[in-house]
């Protein structure tokens, strides 16, 4: 287990996050759904997958992982999943198409203290696939929800 080096946050890379310690550092947004009694942003330490890193704001885009269905996810096919760390690589995942979240890559570093993984043996989806990450990406810009700060 180590934390991330800043070099390390690309797209299709897959890094697990303290929430907590993401919003106490400022500077991410979400397009979660928030009602007067809900607020759908995933909490507490939670897996992301980076689907685009704008190089100028230095700024990622990623969206939470889940271990089983729900209503606006979609499964990760097994056969574009690497790294051999935990059951990464043999538990069903999901992302959700209706939250997205755009974060500092600076903040990630700082938050990214328990993932599993260690620096040459990170988890990844669709790595250097630009089409795929792509296409999840651009759910964003289908979200009904605003970015609002997580």
């Known amino acids: 287990m180590s934390r991330f080096d800043v070099s390390e946050l690309v797209p299709g890379i897959v890094v697990r996050l303290d929430t907590r ?3 106490a550092l400022g500077g991410s947004e979400t ?3 928030r009602t007067d009694t809900e607020d759908r942003a995933v909490t507490e330490t939670h897996d992301f997958l980076i689907v685009a890193r704008d190089a100028k704001s230095d700024v990622c885009l990623a969206v ?12 990760l096919v097994a056969t574009k999943r690497a ?3 935990g059951s990464w690589l043999t538990e069903d995942v999901h992302y ?5 979240w755009r974060m500092p890559a600076s903040a990630m570093v700082d938050a990214s203290d328990s993932d599993p993984g260690d620096e040459g043996n990170r ?4 790595l250097g696939d630009a089409d795929i990450l792509q296409d999840l990406a651009n759910w964003a810009t289908r979200n009904r ?3 609002r700060t997580a």
């Open 96 to 100: 959700s198409r209706w939250q997205h």
């Open 64 to 75: 939470p992982l889940f271990a089983r269905s729900s209503p606006g996810s979609a499964p």
């Open 145 to 147: 929800c605003a970015f």
């Open 21 to 23: 310690r993401l919003r």
């Open 123 to 126: 988890r990844s989806f669709a």
């Open 31 to 33: 397009n979660a759904q």
């Open 83 to 85: 790294g051999d760390v």
